[in-house]
């Protein structure tokens, strides 16, 4: 019979070796690159700046906001920006720009902390003159990955008001523009069908989360509509958070509006006299097109109220067009 005794001594050996190996292992760093997310060590593609905005090159797609440590930075594409949320959450950016370039994009940071751009990050040239077919005729539309499933609470914030209206005015002229995307109110024949809701809650001394920078700050959990700065060129903005749910549209958590009145004029009832002004209930049923998921439409598509431009002096945004009522129908 074979002694067992030289078999036990190989087992002994290997034994010994494995562990020497995987002792090796243990004192081996891991790469920066392969840190897991969450750990606080930055991956080796995030070598962010210490300050200052960043920009989709920096911070793209798939980094982790978390070991990157972006998570409150400003990421800026086209003269508009975005705080990045805290895992779990996104959020997204519409500027409506006098010259009627398209500005706005999406961030959404995952569960694990992953960074994504739900929708391709687009900054449009000006739109140029071209033939657009007639509001109810024209069907085109864009939506953002965006969906109010209960009711908008809205309050209108601390501060002036466009065309030097008193609170009780402009609650009016928000209120109706809020209630031409809700009400889908347009001259085409189509019935409302839309399922979307808003509600005003009153006033607040909170301010709509945006800096004068056309950055998009961190949300302070109020859908505030208000007036102020923005950039130079930028009319009004949209900024929205949403929780991001798969399969479906993002559920939108706060959703704030602002008019530029430092660099443009407003009125609320555009006249035969008017000059330069921007008509307030346009602007704003624009606006709200963008809180309730709505996109930019761009070059021959002018008719409609989700073009990239609202223009001076008319009211004709206030007045849905088959795109625009196409679009709200696709979401709710």
């Not at 200052?52 to 978390?66: D, F, K, M, Y």
């Not at 949320?85 to 370039?101: H, Q, T």
Request: contains cysteine; aromatic residues 6%.
């Amino acid at each position: 019979m074979t002694s067992a005794l030289p078999r036990a001594r190989a087992l002994v050996g290997g034994a010994a070796a494995v562990a020497t190996c995987l002792t090796a292992l243990a004192a081996t760093s891991l790469p920066a690159s392969a840190a897991p997310v969450g750990s606080g060590a930055p991956a080796a593609a995030c070598a962010l700046p210490s300050s200052g905005a960043l920009t989709t090159r920096q911070l793209p797609a798939g980094a982790s906001a978390t070991a990157c440590r972006a998570v409150g930075r400003v990421v800026t594409v086209g003269g508009v920006g975005l705080t990045v949320p805290e895992p779990g959450m996104a959020a997204g950016v519409e500027a409506l720009r006098a010259d009627g370039g398209h500005a706005g994009f999406q961030i959404e940071v995952s569960k694990d902390g992953r960074i994504s751009y739900p929708q391709a990050v687009t900054v449009a040239s000006p739109a140029v003159a071209a033939a657009s077919p007639s509001a109810c005729s024209d069907g085109a539309y864009t939506t953002n990955d965006l969906k109010e499933y209960g009711t908008y609470n809205w309050y209108i914030g601390d501060g002036g008001m466009p065309g030097a209206l008193s609170r009780s005015e402009a609650q009016a002229a928000f209120a109706d523009a809020i209630n031409n995307i809700t009400g889908s109110y347009n001259n085409c024949g189509y019935s409302d069908t839309v399922d979307a809701k808003s509600a005003y809650q009153g006033t607040t001394t909170y301010e709509s989360d945006m800096s004068s920078t056309g950055a998009c700050t961190d949300r302070d959990g109020k859908s505030t509509w208000d007036a102020g700065n923005l950039e130079s060129g930028t009319v009004a903005q949209t900024c929205w958070w949403s929780t991001p749910t798969p399969g479906l549209k993002n559920d939108l958590v706060e959703a704030d509006v602002r008019y530029n009145t430092t660099d443009y004029d407003f009125t609320n009832s555009p006249t035969s006299t008017c000059s330069n002004k921007y008509d307030i209930r346009s602007v704003g049923t624009h606006e709200a097109g963008h809180v309730f998921g709505m996109g930019h439409v761009g070059s021959g598509h002018s008719e409609l109220t989700m073009y990239t431009n609202s223009f001076t002096c008319t009211t004709k945004a206030r007045t849905l067009g088959k795109g625009d009522v196409a679009g709200l129908r696709s979401i709710y």
